[in-house]
């Protein structure tokens, strides 16, 4: 589980696809902080896992479904990517649960600056839309973001610069692809009702969710 706050940029090293091995290798500060084996990070908002490390870079095993589900098949050598360690029980969720599993690549449409920030438009798929709400949480990238608006097919949000500055996200053009990721809460809340449709647990639900502004 992770926030959307990123900790550190990394540089890819390698990415080596094979019928033997999928592995990624990222330059990283992270290798000196007691990093430890088969633990998690989420690169680009994808959940992998540390297979191996040296002084400078980390290495990590990429599934096929991963890289046909995600940005992460498109990475170059010398590509900037956005890390995040998993949370510990003890840290603060400034940001908001991310699971590190990508639900969609999406598009960005459009990137202008306003003001002393920036504000930015992505497309994605309608099953993804689907999940989208204003004034909701989302994650691009692997970054917790607050959606503004939400649209037919794409919805937009505000970028503060220290933000744009701590994320790769600062290098997205018009027309780049990012991984995103809906709020699992979200997800979850209405799996439960659609599987307790028609019963009294559905009506004490939605009559919860009512109450307390969720619906």
């Excluded at 940001?95 to 306003?114: F, M, P, W, Y």
Aim: with cysteine; glycine share 8%; proline share 2%.
């Amino acid at each position: 589980m992770f926030t959307g706050l990123i900790q550190s940029i990394g540089e890819v090293r390698s990415l080596d696809v094979g019928t033997a091995v999928c592995r990624l290798c990222i330059g990283s500060s992270l290798v000196h902080d007691d990093l430890s084996m088969g633990e998690s990070i989420a690169v680009n908002g994808v959940c992998l896992t540390v297979t191996g490390w040296d002084d400078t870079s980390f290495s990590l095993d990429v599934s096929p479904e991963t890289l046909r589900t995600t940005t992460l098949g498109k990475l170059l050598p010398r590509t900037t990517v956005n890390l995040e360690r998993a949370l510990r029980l003890c840290d603060r969720l400034g940001g908001h649960l991310v699971a590190g599993h990508v639900d969609s690549i999406g598009t960005v449409r459009q990137k202008r600056k306003e003001q002393n920030a920036v504000y930015w438009e992505f497309a994605a798929p309608a099953e993804t839309m689907h999940y989208i709400v204003a004034k909701g949480s989302v994650a691009i990238d692997g970054v917790s973001l607050t959606v503004n608006r939400v649209f037919a097919d794409r919805f937009s949000l505000m970028m503060i610069p220290y933000s744009l500055e701590q994320t790769c996200l600062k290098e997205r053009r018009i027309g780049d692809p990012v991984n995103i990721e809906t709020d699992l809460i979200g997800r979850y809340v209405e799996k439960f009702l659609t599987q307790h449709a028609g019963t009294g647990t559905e009506r004490l639900s939605r009559e919860f969710l009512a109450k307390n502004g969720f619906l």
